[in-house]
């Protein structure tokens, strides 16, 4: 009798066991067999994330990533496997497989937390997840520009920069400048977009990498100056030779010599749009204008290249960056949240951005105002603008021989009150009185039917109802 | 130099532009084993996907606690946490707590005496003795 042969007699009642099939797993379940990995397809990738809550699960595959060199590992095979595809911006390097300093753009779509932010801001559809993920990381935890949010926030600065410049100065066109940098700084400073990413609700890791969630703000975090070196007793700011961030000031510009006399007109032509030094290199790998030799050499070796080639000292990895303040990363991230807006969505879309975010945000301008010789400026803007010379009068007071006496003066020109205010002294109320009478030539605005914005008017907005109408432009600030 | 600046930070004001929901994330922490949790669980199958899909700003965590009661967690953006027991609710009253939460801002429960809260000190302006009509002695 022929032996019985099991297998045969045992497939006749199984289903075929093709080794290529993939084991069928439910997507709620949380089992944890050690099954050999094989690649998931495109589908069943949807299938799970369409199907899954935003939680955390633990399955085979992300049991695996347990540790970072794995998830490194597979990140890595994942990235060579789609640089065949097409990627859209050709984001990826042409040789082999670069490594990921923040999580991949997969792990971005299933954030939870990303798509929170994007959702807790009204992002339109337009700009997508992975873009906002992008937005996230510094350049101090990836210097690659192609993986970080340097040229976001580049784009993004000058365009929040544009939007409030355009703002203050066709509502207020006699503002002094000094002021006018001030209120820049009030509205899309750094201070106030540190302020905004914590309104927004965006945490800072303790470290950056490829494991952390996406809808954090990475960044290599600067030790403070005041934390106690180990080993010694010494604070890090009390150590020789260490660098104080920010004593690379000018970058190479006349205006940060140790003996020019930076005043108004020179931080208009040569600082930044608060009128602050620009410090360092406006970006990684910039030409900066260095002696002649060196100079030289540089433009040689770009015009046998025919394309920039990285110099030497850019760093290329998170090890060779340098540490930033959560501040300064915070102010990158809200900028270039507006750069991406800008580029996925348009440019209405990030106006409207800057009048929900920036200036919905309260601010007294008319606090801002430090005078030094009140009397002596308003003396000279009546003698410029033609009114009779300002005369400071009495208008009422109370207690003069008691502790507590109040004068309140007024500031006359003519017989037009150009402003008044009440002191302590006779000469306290005389100067306060013409403190608020340039206050309000300065504040003036005109009436809303009359300002028109640039932006209004230009580019796509061209054509589509508003009418462009001259703008108040001041004849200057008033010369003693 | 005539005339100098005062630096300041402009003051948020949160509703007059955007608005954006203090609420920020909602743990939800239920027991498979314990009575108290059934109203819990009813409502992680039930409502939550709806509540989800309604409040896609709010980054929803479900997660067993074994053997405790049920209780949500809410994290707001000023830090500050609030949690509620649900034990022994109902699945629509673990809605209604669930919207609680959702609802709040992070501020301590506190009762404000003032009825208006403003940066202007009035609109109509601030009373002053050297305007206006003379006392006479």
Known sequence: ?480 | MPLQALRTVAKSQNGVGAFILQCKRIDFHYCDWAGSSRGMNAFLKHQLPAFAAQNPSIEISVSPRPGRHPVIKGQYINGREKAICVRNMEATEVTKKAELLKTASGEKLRRDRKPVKSFNESVRGVWSPFHGRQYKI
């Open chain 1, 1 to 480: 009798m022929k032996r019985v042969r099991l297998d045969r007699w045992a497939s006749q009642l199984q289903p075929p066991r093709n080794p290529r099939l993939q084991v069928q797993r439910c997507a709620f379940s949380h089992e944890t067999t050690t099954l050999p990995r094989r690649r998931e397809t495109e589908q069943q990738r949807q299938y799970i994330t369409q199907t899954q809550w935003q939680c955390q699960r633990r399955t085979v595959s992300s049991k695996r990533k347990a540790s970072t060199a794995t998830a490194l590992q597979e990140e890595g095979n994942e990235v060579e496997a789609d640089t065949p595809e097409p990627s859209s911006g050709a984001k990826k390097p042409p040789t082999g497989p670069s490594p990921l300093y923040a999580p991949s753009h997969r792990l971005a779509a299933r954030s939870a937390k990303l798509a929170a932010l994007h959702a807790r801001l009204s992002l339109p559809p337009k700009l997508p997840l992975q873009t906002l993920a992008r937005c996230l990381v510094d350049p101090s935890a990836d210097p690659r520009t192609d993986y970080n949010n340097a040229p976001f926030a580049i784009l993004g600065q000058d365009l929040l920069g544009y939007h409030t410049t355009e703002h203050l100065t066709c509502h207020y066109p006699r503002l002094p400048m000094s002021v006018l940098f001030a209120a820049q700084y009030a509205f899309v400073g750094e201070a106030t977009l540190a302020s905004i990413r914590a309104e927004w609700g965006v945490e800072v890791v303790a470290a950056p990498g490829v494991e952390v969630d996406a809808g954090l703000l990475q960044l290599k975090r600067q030790v403070p100056g005041n934390s106690i070196v180990e080993g010694t007793g010494r604070r890090v700011k009390d150590m020789p030779g260490v660098r104080v961030l920010g004593a690379r000031l000018g970058g190479g510009r006349r205006n940060a010599e140790w003996n020019y006399r930076r005043g108004v007109s020179s931080r208009v032509v040569f600082d930044d749009e608060f009128g602050d030094l620009i410090g360092g290199e406006p970006y990684a790998g910039a030409q900066l204008s260095t002696s002649a030799s060196e100079d030289g050499s540089a433009v040689e070796a770009d015009e046998a290249d025919g394309t920039t080639s990285t110099p030497p000292n850019l760093p290329q990895s998170p090890d060779d960056t340098e540490a930033t303040t959560v501040s300064d990363a915070s102010a990158s991230f809200v900028r270039a949240v507006a750069g991406a807006l800008y580029l996925h969505a348009g440019a209405a879309a990030t106006k409207t951005f800057h009048r929900d975010h920036i200036l919905s945000r309260q601010l007294d301008l008319h606090t801002m105002f430090n005078f030094t010789h009140p009397t002596r400026d308003l003396s000279r803007l009546c003698a410029r603008e033609g009114f009779e010379p300002p005369v400071a009068r009495l208008i009422s007071e109370t207690g003069r021989l008691s502790r507590t006496p109040v004068f309140v003066v007024g500031v006359y020109s003519g017989d037009n009150l150009l402003g008044e205010a009440a002191g302590a002294s006779l000469n306290e109320g005389r100067v306060r009185a013409a403190a608020a009478a340039l206050r309000s030539w300065y504040l003036y605005s005109p009436s809303k039917v009359e300002i028109v914005l640039p932006s209004d008017v230009e580019g796509m907005a061209a054509g589509k109802g508003k009418v462009w109408k001259p703008q108040v432009i001041d004849v200057g600030e008033i010369v003693t």
